[in-house]
């Protein structure tokens, strides 16, 4: 049972234009989201959170959005940059504990 | 941010033999620590979480007896494969968080370990 699903396993977008990566979650007690990005063959590193009290989160160039009553989840990046290529995991936890990923979302960005 | 440390991040090893893999928070105490294994293309799926001092919770499906996972102080957690056979080869990542902190929740990744059974 995916508990956190991302359903586009990858994304194309040109550079300087906005990538969105979305994501859908079916507990409806989870109460935080995290945004992870990683490189081939290294650990993921923390990107963006929310907490399920707020529907958006603004940080630079990556803001994330939270639909809780569509239990969706999405992170806008712009302007996109070649070196936001990457694969994004987005992940949900309850009470800040057990935290699931979805399955991951390819981002290339085209110079 | 908070470094994590995995050590080694690449190891080879005969099937039938254990490898032990590290996990060190260096600059925060770890209250809590993830076990996660990567396959290729695939999701980074929980194996475990332990609490500094007790035993650790295991996701269904995972041996318990083949992934022994120690984590004696707030710094360091261990994942030892026993018996390790080829298909137990994989990515596997350890993440840790200080549940004690204000604020975010976010875990901290290690590097980590691509383990080979030959």
């Known amino acids: 049972d995916q508990q956190v699903k991302q359903n586009s396993p990858s994304l194309s977008v040109q550079e300087g234009r906005i990538s969105i990566l979305n994501c859908d979650y079916t507990?409806?007690?989870?109460?935080?989201f995290l945004w992870y990005k990683k490189y081939p063959a290294e650990g993921p590193t923390f990107l963006i959170s929310?907490?399920?009290?707020?529907d958006k989160n603004e940080d630079g160039r990556f803001t994330v959005f939270l639909n809780k009553s569509a239990k969706h989840l999405s992170l806008h990046i712009v302007p996109s940059q070649p070196g936001d290529s990457a694969v994004y995991f987005c992940a949900a936890s309850t009470g800040g504990f057990k935290t699931i990923f979805g399955a991951g979302t390819r981002l290339f960005v085209k110079a | 941010g908070a470094v994590v440390s995995q050590h080694p991040s690449r190891v080879i090893c005969k099937s039938g033999t254990s490898v032990k893999i590290e996990c060190r928070s260096l600059d925060f105490q770890a209250t809590t620590m993830f076990w996660y294994r990567q396959f290729p293309k695939q999701s980074l799926m929980l194996m475990a979480t332990?609490?500094?001092?007790?035993?650790?919770?295991?996701e269904q499906g995972v041996e318990k007896d083949k992934f022994l996972i120690n984590h004696a102080s707030l710094t360091l957690s261990t994942l030892t494969v026993t018996s390790a056979h080829p298909e137990d080869s994989s990515f596997y990542i350890c993440?840790?968080?200080?549940?004690?902190?204000?604020?975010?929740?976010?875990?901290?990744f290690g590097q980590g370990t691509r383990l080979t059974v030959v």
């Open positions: 929310i907490s399920s009290i707020k």
């Open positions: 507990n409806s007690m989870f109460d935080y």
């Open positions: 993440s840790a968080r200080d549940g004690r902190r204000e604020g975010g929740t976010e875990a901290f």
């Open positions: 332990s609490n500094e001092g007790s035993k650790a919770t295991y």
